[in-house]
């Protein structure tokens, strides 16, 4: 059985057991969160679509930890004008384990 749910605007095909690294989530480490924009689901070879999601259905996680990306370097240059700058950015994320999908 997968699902393929809508988080924090972007789309995963996720299974029970499995973990994920999502952008950055509100909530505390150990607390559970469900999903409830499961857009396609699929249990033994029966598939539901939904318009635009399944009404009823959920996917339940639990938070386990927040963490940072790797360091991303913007480097921006003109040549001949003298114009240099150098930029980082690291991306907050969420690591979550999928506990459960309910239709």
């Avoid at 679509?49 to 930890?65: D, F, Q």
Wanted: aromatic share 8%.
């Amino acid at each position: 059985m997968y699902a393929i749910v809508n988080i924090a605007g972007q789309q995963f095909k996720v299974a029970k057991d499995q973990y994920l690294f999502v952008h950055r989530l509100q909530g505390d480490e150990g607390a559970s969160i469900e999903f409830d924009n499961v857009l396609l689901a699929e249990d033994g070879g029966k598939f539901t679509v939904g318009t635009p999601a399944i009404s009823g259905a959920k996917v339940s996680a639990t938070i386990l930890s927040h963490l940072k990306g790797e360091k991303v370097i913007v480097f921006k240059k003109k040549r001949r004008k003298g114009y240099k700058k150098k930029n980082g950015h690291r991306q907050q994320f969420t690591k979550i384990q999928i506990t459960g999908i309910s239709l």
